[in-house]
């Protein structure tokens, strides 16, 4: 089954940025969406953009939208996460996951119980 490779993470101060990549290893083929969640200290893992990589456009949840975006390298077969105009509210864990098509949601989140997970990656912004 495909592995995602996580990358990126590190400590910022507030307004600055920071680059997640996620790299599927294995076979991709089968990738049908890739999304990055995140789980900050206090509160439930949750959903941050998602993308469908076949005609699909980039959905953001309303609290990154117009500071984070998905852009994918296809050479290199990476998604990545750009993050700007970081807030101290955006500290914590962060996940990449892809699945194939009956694991994604019409907006191009993977369902998590059908989903292949990154190890994570720290996010600090103080």
């Known amino acids: 089954h495909v592995q995602l490779v996580e990358s990126g993470g590190g400590s910022v101060q507030s307004g600055g940025s920071l680059r997640l990549s996620c790299t599927p290893v294995?076979?991709?083929?089968?990738?049908?969406?890739i999304g990055w969640f995140r789980q900050t200290p206090g509160k439930a893992r949750e959903r941050v953009a998602g993308?469908?990589?076949?005609?699909?456009?980039?959905y953001y949840e309303e609290f990154v939208r117009g500071r984070f975006t998905l852009s994918q390298d296809k050479a290199q077969n990476t998604m990545y996460l750009q993050m700007d105009g970081l807030k101290v509210e955006d500290t914590g864990e962060y996940y990449c996951?892809?699945?194939?098509?009956?694991?994604?949601?019409?907006?191009?989140?993977?369902?998590?119980?059908?989903?292949?997970w990154g190890q994570g990656t720290q996010v600090t912004v103080s």
């Open positions: 996951a892809a699945a194939k098509a009956w694991g994604c949601t019409s907006s191009g989140y993977p369902i998590t119980t059908q989903a292949e």
């Open positions: 993308i469908l990589l076949i005609g699909g456009r980039p």
């Open positions: 294995g076979p991709t083929y089968s990738t049908y969406c």
